[in-house]
């Protein structure tokens, strides 16, 4: 799978989190969301003990929640879509300091916030806690399609490729004494996008070509292989067996 690729989102440790095999921590992450989703959203009270998992989680993987918070921004459009929903959804509609909202709307901006931000939360303490490379091996020993996750593998990569290919244009046109200032410098950005289309082709060809000619043939080797234990699979269930009780209490209460 290549050589390890640290990515932003990581915090390096050596937690008991960090340590258990990546596609125990997938699969322990994916039973967590399915669980919250299918919460409902009258139980407002399931949805705060879910947040004492997942702070607890957090608390043994040592991420600190400064570092979860700030991660936690990439919500933004989705908590914007929640807080029109009482106001453009239809159905019997309650007085709140003198607006007139929808009931319906009201439930659905609260389901869509409280699943939407402990699932963003859960995401983000996987990826806090597993690097990119050992998320593309634990994909893999998942039994992902192999395809999806070369192609998964090639965009990551890619994507820093281009990024920076992108930053050493920026600077070329700041070293110009370029500036973007309005609507009359978008045919210069719209020049530069075309290039970094085309020279994005080009080394992508250049790669391909480079891959097959050192045998690749549609497939990656695999490097490590990463097994886990029962008593690793014991502890990562841990969090979505406890949140799977907490579901049917939601339920049945």
């Known amino acids: 799978m290549g050589s390890g690729h640290a990515h932003r989102l990581y915090r390096h440790g050596h937690s008991p989190v960090h340590g258990l095999p990546p596609h125990t921590k997938l699969a322990a992450t994916f039973a967590f ?72 709307g009201l439930w659905g901006a609260w389901n869509v916030l409280a699943k939407g931000t402990l699932g963003v939360a859960a995401s983000v303490l996987l990826a806090s806690t597993t690097e990119l490379r050992a998320l593309l091996l634990g994909l893999q020993r998942l039994r992902l399609p192999p395809l999806l996750v070369q192609i998964a593998s090639f965009m990551i990569r890619y994507g820093d490729v281009i990024a920076d290919e992108m930053r050493r244009m920026r600077i070329a046109r700041e070293s110009r004494g370029f500036e973007a200032r309005g609507v009359r410098h978008w045919g210069v950005l719209a020049k530069s996008a075309g290039a970094l289309f085309i020279r994005s082709y080009e080394r992508g ?11 690749y043939a549609g497939s990656m080797p695999v490097i490590d292989e990463a097994t886990a234990s029962r008593a690793q699979w014991s502890y990562a269930l841990a969090l979505p067996c406890a949140a799977l009780v907490v579901c049917l209490l939601g339920w049945t209460l």
Do not use: D
């Open 33 to 104: 969301v399915v669980v919250v989703v299918s919460t409902p959203r009258e139980a407002m009270w399931a949805f705060g003990l879910y947040a004492l998992l997942l702070a607890a989680v957090a608390y043994a993987a040592r991420v600190p929640a400064s570092f979860l918070l700030k991660r936690l921004l990439i919500e933004v459009p989705f908590v914007a879509f929640a807080v029109l929903m009482p106001f453009v959804a239809e159905g019997e509609r309650v007085g709140v300091l003198g607006v007139s909202l929808s009931v319906n």
């Open 205 to 215: 060809e250049r790669v391909h070509l480079a891959m097959v000619s050192r045998g």
